[in-house]
């Protein structure tokens, strides 16, 4: 098979990578998100395919709730304004006359992980990306478990922790999301009367008492998730992906020893071997796998 086109659209900036059947990055550029979104992505996309004239499908990976059988935005914060409803699929392959498919980009990157990253050859993953929000992307047998009438399967960052917990930008109180994210790291930091990154919270965990304790309360929680994660799925491993996983080091022995006493089964746990580059990578697997 010929080359694809990969695109991963963020609020801030959308990323278009062309990808071979290896999965190697060949050509790669980002660019600023601008709207209206789709007539920027249409224009951006023809222009790539006039550059690259062998690439023979498009795959997208975007923010927001997808339907991936339509292709179709089903609903997407303020953060991609104008973006709910958007027939992507539909109106890219009527512009460009090739084969286009639309993903959540959390999805995207836990494709990224099982085909070619940290759970290479594992078919039953659970991919938790820990950044600003808390994306969930479940891989079965081998297959996106996605989509849903409304687009919301696998969305794990709105799964309820604490009931009646820190407000969620869903409307509703306690989401995961809310206490295992960059975010919810904050959050606590504020709480407790302190002025400093997550990063440097994990590195005055190992002298200073109120971090540590917020260290620990990031690790329990977050072991809370993986093992209530266990108990619906009994993946072969999770992924722990985002920027909260740069600052691993510092907190994975004590996500080890919360897990002890919590893990039904024993439980392979990785950090994510893509960074950056799995969303586009991700996007492109949409089309590379006949999907
Ligand atoms: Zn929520």
């Not at 991609?80 to 999805?107: C, F, H, I, M, Y």
């Not at 869903?170 to 295992?180: D, I, L, M, N, T």
């Amino acid at each position: 098979m010929a080359n694809v086109l990969g695109v991963d659209i963020g609020g801030t900036k959308i990323r278009l990578g062309i990808i071979d059947t290896a999965g190697t990055l060949l050509y790669d550029e980002k660019i600023a998100t601008q709207f209206p979104l789709y007539t920027y992505l249409e224009e951006n996309v023809l222009r790539l395919l006039k550059q690259f004239p062998d690439v023979e499908a498009i795959g997208i990976g975007t923010h927001g709730f997808v339907d991936p059988k339509l292709g179709r935005i089903i609903f997407s914060t303020d953060a991609l304004p104008g973006w709910s409803g958007t027939a992507v699929k539909e109106q890219l392959e009527a512009a460009t006359g090739k084969r286009v498919e639309v993903e959540n980009d959390a999805n995207c990157a836990a494709l990224a992980e099982a085909k070619f990253g940290a759970a290479k050859g594992l078919d039953r993953v659970v991919c938790l990306t820990l950044g600003t929000g808390l994306g969930g992307g479940i891989l079965w047998d081998g297959k996106l478990l996605s989509g849903g009438p409304n687009g919301g399967a696998a969305e794990l960052g709105h799964l309820t922790l604490y009931p009646g917990g820190a407000e969620c930008a869903c409307g509703r109180k306690g989401c995961y999301e809310q206490y295992v994210s960059g975010t919810g790291i904050q959050r606590r930091i504020r709480e407790a009367g302190l002025d400093m990154s997550p990063l440097e919270m994990f590195k005055a965990a190992a002298t200073d008492e109120k971090s540590a304790g917020l260290m620990k309360g990031f690790a329990y929680d977050l072991a809370i998730v993986i093992s209530s994660l266990q108990a619906v799925f009994d993946m072969q491993a999770v992924i722990i992906g985002g920027g909260v996983s740069e600052s691993a080091d510092y907190w994975w022995p004590q996500l080890q020893e919360e897990l002890k006493p919590l893990l039904l089964n024993p439980l392979n746990i990785l950090t994510a071997e893509f960074g950056n580059d799995a969303g586009v990578l991700g996007a492109a697997l949409l089309v590379l796998e006949g999907k």
